[in-house]
C-alpha cells in the first residue's frame, strides 16, 4: 500500500510569492488533514477534509491560506502571497476513520519564505 | 491552543538504557496517541491508547495513560541508538465535525551508541 504522499519535499520562495503544496493520500482514505509545524513549537493543526468537504479548517491561519479537495482525491494548499512567517515544515496526513485511528503521515514540505 | 504537553523537552541517555517521556494534557480526551519523528521524515505512528485503558503495550514500547490526572507516560526499553528521535503525544477528542489530533511541540530523544 502506498503511503500519504507530499511534494514537493522542500520549497524556498520570497515573501510575495504563491506556492502550492500537494498531498496524496491513501488510497480509501477519506480523512485528510493539514497539519503545520514552526520551528521549536508545536505541530499545530490546519484543516481537515472529508473526502471533498471542508469539516473543519478552523486552524487556517488566514485567508491567505486555502486548500482544495477535488474529486475527494488529492488536496493542495496554496498560500497567496508568502509572508515570512508562513516558514515552516507541512504535515499532511490521511485516515479511514477519522482521529479514531491512527493518523498516516506524508513526509512533509519545507517551506521557506525569504 | 496546546492540548498536550510533553516532559522533558530533550533526554539524553546510552544504548541500552530505558527512556521515560511524559505527557501532560488539558481537557477530557477520547484517545492519546504517541508519535515519532525521525529527522528530516514524516510522523510515523507508534501506540494508541484509549480513554478506558490504562497501559498498552507495543514490542520495547510500553504507553500507559491516567485521566484523572490527564497524563500519559511512554517508556521505551532497552534503549537503542535507532531509536533516536523527536516523539510526540496527541489527543484526540471527539466532537463531531471538529474531532483533530493536537499534538504537543515534542520531545528530543538522543541514544548514544
Known amino acids: 500500500e502506498a503511503g500519504v504522499t507530499q511534494f514537493p519535499s522542500h520549497s524556498v520562495i520570497e515573501k510575495g510569492q504563491t506556492v502550492t503544496l500537494r498531498c496524496d493520500p491513501i488510497?480509501?482514505?477519506?480523512?485528510l488533514y493539514w497539519y503545520r509545524r514552526v520551528m521549536g513549537k508545536e505541530i499545530k493543526f490546519l484543516l481537515h477534509f472529508v473526502k471533498e468537504s471542508k469539516q473543519d479548517e478552523s486552524g487556517m491561519p488566514n485567508n491567505r491560506f486555502l486548500a482544495e479537495r477535488t474529486g475527494g482525491t488529492y488536496s493542495t494548499l496554496k498560500v497567496q502571497p508568502a509572508e515570512l512567517e508562513d516558514s515552516g515544515v507541512y504535515f499532511c496526513?490521511?485516515?479511514?476513520?477519522?482521529?479514531?485511528?491512527?493518523?498516516?503521515f506524508g513526509s512533509g514540505t519545507q517551506l521557506s519564505v525569504l | 491552543s496546546q492540548q498536550g504537553e510533553e516532559d522533558p523537552q530533550a533526554l539524553s541517555i546510552q544504548e541500552g538504557e530505558n527512556a521515560t517521556m511524559n505527557c501532560s494534557y488539558k481537557t477530557s480526551i477520547n484517545n492519546l496517541q504517541w508519535y515519532r519523528q525521525n529527522s528530516g521524515r514524516g510522523l510515523v505512528h507508534l501506540i494508541l491508547?484509549?480513554?478506558?485503558?490504562r497501559e498498552k503495550h507495543s514490542g520495547r514500547l510500553r504507553v500507559t495513560l491516567d485521566t484523572s490526572k490527564k497524563s500519559s507516560s511512554l517508556l521505551i526499553t532497552a534503549s537503542r541508538a535507532a531509536d533516536t528521535a523527536s516523539y510526540f503525544c496527541?489527543?484526540?477528542?471527539?466532537?463531531?465535525?471538529?474531532?483533530?489530533?493536537?499534538f504537543g511541540k515534542g520531545i528530543t530523544l538522543s541514544v548514544r551508541p
Open positions: 496526513a490521511s485516515s479511514r476513520q477519522g482521529v479514531e485511528e491512527k493518523l498516516f
Open positions: 491508547i484509549r480513554s478506558n485503558e
Open positions: 488510497s480509501g482514505h477519506d480523512n
Open positions: 496527541a489527543t484526540a477528542v471527539f466532537t463531531g465535525a471538529n474531532s483533530k489530533l493536537t
